[in-house]
């Protein structure tokens, strides 16, 4: 019996996790670029009473043996990498990427973080940089008398600039992969960090031989989160959590019996 309440307090404590992960997702259902999260769970270590294999008889081993298992625990948070939604936004800033890959931004500590929000803007330099102020890197200078701004499939930035008939190239957006992208660090703010389970970056040019997406201009690509998906997880983690309290419960009821026994 006492097995029993740590085992369902096991259960109660992961669907807490559980809840908290299904929370965030929706928090973040219309955050440009957001990747969902998934909790993965897995079993703790067992009593073995009778292990499976161990002499019964001379002639005989224990088929099955007898095992209590002790509860289940989260091990990790999955990075679901399915491609959202496009929502057209009209803004010559906007970038989506159609396939695999990451925009490359400079952050303030001089590391280099990446992500799947392609919401740029410009600051007071013409540098084309993030909402947080990051410049895009290599970085990309638009002039102040450029007309118009138009971004390649292969990320070749080109502006028209007044009195000039052909379009001038002024930089190029270039991708990053990683062999192992769940691997990645999420920091906020739309940016992930490398780790040694990611592995390094593969940066290379949209479209090209390296397996990376291209980009499309004027789109930006929505969160990945499925709103009904995230409701029904809930749901689940809901009832989960209500089965194991009445696990507690039981157990409580069956050691109530046992104290009353002795008077």
Request: proline fraction near 4%; glycine fraction near 10%.
């Amino acid at each position: 019996m006492f097995r029993a309440l740590h085992t369902a307090a096991s259960g109660m404590i992961a669907q807490q996790l559980n809840l908290d992960n299904i929370a965030n997702n929706l928090a973040n259902a219309s955050t440009a670029g957001f990747r969902r999260r998934r909790v993965q769970f897995q079993d703790l270590i067992y009593q073995n009473l009778i292990v499976p294999g161990s002499a019964a008889t001379q002639q005989t081993t224990q088929a099955a043996g007898l095992q209590i298992g002790l509860g289940t625990r989260s091990a990790a948070t999955e990075i679901i990498q399915a491609q959202g939604d496009y929502s057209q936004t009209s803004s010559p800033l906007d970038f989506t990427i159609q396939g695999m890959g990451f925009f490359q931004v400079r952050l303030p500590n001089g590391e280099t973080g990446y992500t799947r929000s392609g919401s740029f803007h410009l600051d007071a330099q013409g540098n084309v940089v993030t909402a947080e102020g990051d410049p895009i890197e290599p970085a990309i200078t638009i002039p102040s008398n450029a007309q118009n701004i138009s971004v390649g499939s292969d990320g070749t930035v080109s502006v028209t600039i007044p009195g000039q008939q052909q379009a001038q190239q002024v930089g190029s957006i270039q991708l990053a992969l990683f062999p192992n992208p769940g691997g990645l660090m999420s920091t906020g703010k739309n940016i992930f960090l490398p780790t040694a389970a990611s592995g390094d970056a593969l940066v290379g040019t949209p479209g090209g031989s390296e397996g990376l997406g291209t980009l499309q201009q004027g789109m930006l690509e929505d969160s990945n989160v499925n709103v009904v998906e995230e409701f029904v997880h809930m749901i689940l983690a809901q009832r989960s959590y209500e089965a194991n309290s009445r696990v507690v419960r039981a157990a409580d009821e069956m050691l109530q019996q046992v104290n009353n026994m002795a008077r």
